[in-house]
T-cell receptor, first 116, second 118 residues
């Protein structure tokens, strides 16, 4: 079974609108971290936001927020007020502490296109 | 500036010709890792290293070697490259950050190496 599932291969959003990118995860480890990365067409991986499994509040970083629903094992990324520069691939990733390997397991990504 | 560097950024080579992709970080991180990215598959871990002289296999280690003789460097070696190793490769490093959540281990990524094996 996939540990990270991103069900939306591609998404479109109008500029200045909000968009939600879905991510569900699968783990039996009680201690884990969830990450979102942005990959523009230039190829670099840009860290956006982090949520720990024990964090009580949803993480926020500027226009990015993470809708963390632990019981449903979902960690959706919300981008508010979309900008043309938000057009990119977005990856959800998980690190399981019990694994001891520091490995990030990635989803297959969602390609976001912002329409003017 | 804190960064992870990779060289070369682009490489076209032929089947069987040994090559090395270098990775270096200046953040004194203990943990370093190599990933490959293929269309529709996301990033998959090749090898990782928890510290000097400590390396272990990731999910897709076949056809690759690594070494960690110094803390800052973690080269990826393809002894006999094949076309199915054509991919975008990322090196990453991280460390436990004092004062942060125990789970927090942001991985800093290098700029990527685009490898084509003909």
């Amino acid at each position: 079974a996939q540990k990270i599932t991103q069900t939306q291969p591609g998404m479109f959003v109008q500029e200045k609108e909000a968009v939600t990118l879905d991510c569900t995860y699968d783990t039996s480890d009680p201690s884990y971290g969830l990450f979102w990365y942005k990959q523009p067409s230039s190829g670099e991986m840009i860290f956006l936001i982090y949520q720990g499994s024990y964090d009580q509040q949803n993480a926020t970083e500027g226009r990015y927020s993470l809708n963390f629903q632990k019981a449903r094992k979902s960690a959706n990324l919300v981008i508010s007020a979309s900008q043309l520069g938000d057009s990119a691939m977005y990856f959800c990733a998980m690190r399981e502490n019990g694994a001891g390997s520091y490995q990030l397991t990635f989803g297959k990504g969602t390609k976001l296109s912002v329409i003017p | 500036e804190a960064q992870v560097t990779q060289n070369p950024r682009y490489l076209i080579t032929v089947t069987g010709k040994k090559l090395t992709v270098t990775c270096s970080q200046n953040m004194n991180h203990e943990y370093m890792s190599w990933y490959r990215q293929d269309p529709g598959l996301g990033l998959r871990q090749i090898y990782y290293s928890m510290n000097v002289e400590v390396t272990d296999k990731g999910d897709v280690p076949e056809g690759y070697k690594v070494s960690r003789k110094e803390k800052r460097n973690f080269p990826l070696i393809l002894e006999s490259p094949s076309p199915n190793q054509t991919s975008l490769y990322f090196c990453a490093s991280s460390s436990r950050l004092a004062g942060k959540s125990l789970n927090y281990n942001e991985q800093f990524f290098g700029p990527g190496t685009r490898l084509t094996v003909l």
